[in-house]
């Protein structure tokens, strides 16, 4: 059986030399599930989805030892623009991911650099802002956006790439109860249309809607008893 996503004894350090930072990962998450990550800062956690996401190998150095597969294929052996298809990743800061001058150069750049059919671009501009309920900020400057709203411009423009895996590394840490609740009811909706989310957490009040929970700690996963 080839899940969506598999660890297989995973170590990696940074190339200052001090140590590995993930210490034998094993995890494999299925089709339609919401898994998540907690663990305190230090943890690993960022590092972990830097490796599932194909930061790592591909953009950071270091040293990876161990595997990670997407549906069976190794992240080593995918090219970026092929990951990009299939797994994509939220991060923390939304203004990391923010560049384009509005709303819908945001969504659509992900799609031309891949050379999409403009047509099809228009459509999967139609469908991302529908998921994320900004319909009518398409126009919109992201600057002259609220924490929230950017974190949902942020995921628009992932999910523009219509992948099937979709990692979000504590995008709501920055975010107001409101801007939480929007989140979480979008992930719900990517779960019930069989999609992967790993949420990557430090608070694990944000647990709720987790089908399975993962303790990151030291570099390693350790049982979950519900606090950190």
């Known amino acids: 059986m080839s899940y969506p996503l598999e660890v297989h004894n995973l170590y990696y350090s940074y190339p200052d030399g001090k140590g590995d930072i993930l210490k034998g990962i094993n995890l494999k998450a299925e089709e339609g599930e919401i898994l998540a990550i907690v663990g305190l800062s230090g943890s ?5 989805c830097y490796c599932l996401s194909g930061i790592i190998p591909h953009i950071f150095g270091g040293e990876m030892r161990g595997e990670v597969l997407i549906y069976g294929e190794s992240t080593g052996k995918l090219k970026v623009p092929e990951i990009a298809t299939r797994l994509g990743i939220v991060f923390q800061d939304p203004d990391t991911q923010l560049f384009s001058p509005t709303v819908e150069d945001e969504i659509a750049f992900g799609p031309e650099n891949l050379c999409i ?10 469908a991302a802002l529908m998921q994320v309920r900004m319909e009518e900020f398409r126009f919109g400057s992201p600057n002259h ?3 929230g709203q950017k974190q949902l411009i942020a995921l628009a423009s992932v999910l523009s790439l219509k992948p099937d895996i979709l990692i979000f590394d504590e995008v709501m840490s920055q975010i107001d109860t409101e801007g939480r609740r929007a989140i979480k009811e979008i992930i719900k909706e990517l779960k019930s249309a069989g999609k992967t989310v790993i949420m990557v957490e430090h608070d694990w009040g944000n647990l709720d809607i987790a089908d399975r ?3 990151l700690k030291d570099g390693k996963f350790e049982a979950f008893s519900g606090t950190l």
């Open 44 to 48: 690993g956690k960022s590092t972990l």
């Open 117 to 126: 059919d403009r047509e099809e671009i228009g459509k999967r501009i139609d």
């Open 213 to 215: 929970v993962l303790l």
């Open 145 to 147: 956006f609220s924490g």
